[in-house]
């Protein structure tokens, strides 16, 4: 019998979606991993935002520790109308605040009611795409040992929101970290990673479930339109320091 073909979710970031067999498996969680400065939140809010001009899929940006206001100022200097995909109800950003005034124990039943109210923003606008930025902030909240479990029932409630999800993490400036605790790339179904050696930045795709992704490493740019990555180009892993 012959198999049915994974349909797949175009980012619509430039050089990503022919390195991962046209898009993202629909339905399905990727970790976006990197150090400060990488280009984490560009890239899961360009996702969203392409999501929403070129695709009309609406999307859902959750942020852990920005102010909803940062976030939309950190965004200006790029050719995004972000107000104006706001008005037409193709993107929604809202502040999940797991931590405030809860003690530690008390974060899971804190988490579960925030998963609550990111499920009726995903209703409030019909959202196709999800990010949550970002996971590790979302791990300092919870006591230590505690966070793969949390972290596990935490996606596993994602997919029943119908959305393809991009969760971001930090990791150290190693390039062998792919996160922050050292569980999320083995709980989401793909891992992206970035990497800023200055001046150069790159990027590799470690995982993608039920993907014949490319191996190799890849040069990207920050530019007035996001991301834009050089699928043509290979940049030697010895070289990423």
Not at 64 to 92: C, G, P, R, Y
Not at 208 to 222: A, C, L, Q, S, Y
């Amino acid at each position: 019998m012959e198999l049915k073909a994974l349909e797949r979710v175009k980012t619509g970031i430039k050089g990503l979606d022919e390195l991962i067999e046209g898009g993202i498996p629909r339905g399905s969680s990727v970790l976006v991993a990197g150090s400060s400065g990488t280009g984490k939140s560009i890239m899961s809010m360009q996702y969203l935002y392409n999501g929403a001009k070129q695709f009309q899929e609406p999307g859902v940006f959750v942020t852990v520790e920005s102010n909803v206001h940062t976030i939309s100022w950190d965004l200006e200097s790029f050719n995004w109308d972000i107000k104006a995909m706001q008005e037409d109800k193709l993107m929604l950003i809202y502040r999940i605040k797991p931590s405030d005034n809860v003690q530690k124990k008390f974060v899971v039943e804190k988490i579960e009611s925030e998963l609550n109210a990111i499920e009726e923003k995903v209703k409030e606008i019909g959202a196709k795409r999800l990010v949550i930025d970002s996971t590790t902030a979302l791990g300092t909240c919870v006591a230590p040992g505690n966070f793969r479990s949390l972290l596990f029932r935490f996606i596993d409630r994602l997919k029943d929101f119908d959305c393809t999800t991009m969760l971001t993490t930090e990791t150290k400036n190693i390039k062998t970290s792919f996160s922050a605790f050292g569980v999320e790339e083995f709980l989401a179904d793909g891992v992206v990673v970035l990497y800023f050696t200055p001046p150069h930045r790159s990027m590799f795709v470690r995982k993608m479930r039920g993907t014949d992704h490319d191996k190799n490493v890849h040069p990207f740019e920050i530019t007035t339109n996001g991301i834009e990555i050089r699928p043509k180009e290979q940049i030697l892993w010895e070289a990423i320091k």
